[in-house]
């Protein structure tokens, strides 16, 4: 793979990356309830679910998913779900994420394995990962030459440019923490950011599948 070749990936990744999206949304709630090196570990769950999202898409996953309405719809569903149940928990809640002191404020530290599970989950319930993945590798990878290391540098490149995006938009939702110091800003913080993960996931369910 040439220099060139890899930088215009790179720059196709950032641009993704740095688009708000369910693992960003994930990263800014969890810095302000768990703390930013807590944060990174969802972030680190979101990272293993790329890995076997692209390792998925590499492996004919996402042809079938472009092939089969029913696959597609499975996962649509699947993502979706998760998403809302996400937001719903969210919306519900009347606890201040941005407390500088979660435990004091009541807030419950998830454990380690939880947090990277929440980051698996997100990463590996999102249709459209799959489908990103199996229409932008083909475009970058040259098939006579070996496609194993060009498929490890292209995953590992996005999936460095995810964890920099996590944790570039975490430091910022710290730095705002201030500004949500009365219950009345918390409340539509809380409901804010949960109505925006249900709306990521009926816009999964509004997804039309390739095969349809």
Same mark, same amino acid.
Do not use: C, D, E, P
């Given at each position: 793979m040439s220099f060139s070749t890899w930088l215009l990936f790179l720059g196709v990744s950032l641009l993704t990356t740095l688009s708000p999206g369910p693992g960003v949304l994930l990263a800014v709630s969890n810095s302000v309830s768990q703390g930013l090196m807590r944060t990174m570990l969802?972030?680190?769950?979101?990272?293993?679910?790329?890995?076997?999202?692209?390792?998925?898409?590499?492996? %004919?996953? %996402?042809? +079938?998913?472009? +092939?089969?309405?029913? /696959?597609?719809?499975g996962m649509k569903l699947a993502g979706a779900g998760y998403l809302i149940? /996400? %937001?719903?928990?969210?919306?519900?809640? /009347? %606890?201040?994420v941005f407390a500088t002191a979660p435990r004091s404020s009541g807030l419950v530290q998830r454990s380690a394995p939880s947090l990277l599970m929440q980051g698996l989950l997100v990463a590996l319930t999102n249709p459209k990962s799959i489908l990103f993945f199996?229409? /932008?590798f083909p475009q970058f990878i040259h098939t006579e030459l070996p496609v194993l290391p060009q498929f490890m540098l292209l995953t590992a490149t996005f999936v460095a440019c995810a964890l920099l995006s996590h944790a570039l938009y975490a430091s910022l939702a710290r730095h705002v923490g201030g500004f949500f110091s009365t219950r009345r800003?918390?409340?539509?913080?809380?409901r804010g950011s949960g109505g925006a993960?249900?709306?990521?996931g009926l816009s999964l369910v509004r997804l039309h599948s390739p095969a349809a």
């Open positions: 969802s972030s680190l769950g979101n990272a293993l679910g790329i890995v076997l999202v692209s390792s998925a898409a590499m492996a %004919g996953l %996402g042809a +079938a998913m472009a +092939a089969s309405a029913l /696959l597609f719809a149940y /996400l %937001g719903i928990k969210q919306w519900r809640s /009347l %606890g201040n199996t229409a /932008l800003r918390v409340v539509w913080f809380n993960f249900v709306f990521l």
